[in-house]
């Protein structure tokens, strides 16, 4: 569980992290956006509001793991009816 995680599971994309400005994600050098998608394939939402609520809850449940809490589950609030589908550029 120390030490770093492996990445590059998925071809031609990129996902980067930076504490001060979020996540973010390229696909072939190119920008993209994360997503919220059903299984039969509706996205409910996507863009920075997806990538921002991604990395709360990551930070969240490191910040857990650093205080011996890490066997707790870090659950964000319901993305609002009102966003759904929105599309924002990333």
Not at 57 to 81: D, E, H, M, T
């Amino acid at each position: 569980m120390i030490g770093k995680q492996p990445t590059g599971a998925i071809e031609g994309v990129q996902i980067s992290a930076v504490s001060h400005e979020g996540l973010s994600v390229s696909i072939n050098g190119k920008p993209g956006r994360l997503a919220i998608i059903t299984d039969d394939g509706q996205v409910i939402a996507s863009g920075k509001d997806v990538a921002r609520e991604a990395q709360a809850v990551a930070v969240n449940s490191y910040r857990n793991f650093l205080q011996g809490k890490g066997f707790l589950r870090i659950l964000s609030n319901p993305i609002k009816a009102g966003n759904a589908g929105a599309v924002e550029e990333a």
